[in-house]
C-alpha cells in the first residue's frame, strides 16, 4: 500500500522547534520536487516550503529564516526543521510528492501524507 507518512508534530512553546519528517512507504518519490503544506482551521491550505533533487529550495515569506526544508535521498526521507515558533504557526502540516509504487510500478502524482498536527502555544 503506497502512503506518504509524516511525523514529528506536536505542542511545542512559542519559541521553540520541532523537526518534522515525511517518508514514503511502499514506494520511493518521484519527480523532481517535492513540498510541505499547512493548513490552520479556517484557512486554506497553504504551501510553506519546496526543495528540489538538486536542493533547491523555496519558503513562503513567513516562514523565511526560520523553517528549513531538506531531503536525504539516501533515506528516502523529507524534513522541515522548524525554529523560533510563532502561535501563527499552529496548523495540520501535509507533505506532497510524486510517488513511485515499488510493487505495482505504478506513479501516483501530487500524493498527499495524512498531516501531522502542530500546536505552539504557552
Known amino acids: 500500500q503506497v502512503q506518504l507518512v509524516e511525523s514529528g508534530g506536536g505542542l511545542v512553546q512559542p519559541g521553540g522547534s520541532l523537526r518534522l519528517s515525511c517518508a514514503p512507504s511502499?514506494?520511493?518519490?518521484?519527480?523532481?520536487?517535492m513540498e510541505w503544506y499547512r493548513q490552520a482551521p479556517g484557512k486554506e491550505r497553504e504551501l510553506v516550503a519546496a526543495?528540489?533533487?538538486?536542493?533547491?529550495?523555496n519558503y513562503a515569506d513567513s516562514v523565511k529564516g526560520r523553517f528549513t526544508i531538506s531531503l536525504d535521498n539516501a533515506k528516502n526521507t523529507m524534513y522541515l526543521q522548524m525554529n523560533s515558533l510563532k502561535p501563527e504557526d499552529t496548523a495540520v502540516y501535509y507533505c506532497n510528492a510524486n510517488l513511485y509504487s515499488v510493487y505495482s510500478g505504478t506513479y501516483f502524482r501530487n500524493y498527499w501524507g495524512q498531516g501531522t498536527q502542530v500546536t505552539v502555544s504557552s
Open positions: 526543495i528540489t533533487r538538486g536542493g533547491t529550495t
Open positions: 511502499g514506494s520511493i518519490f518521484s519527480g523532481n520536487a
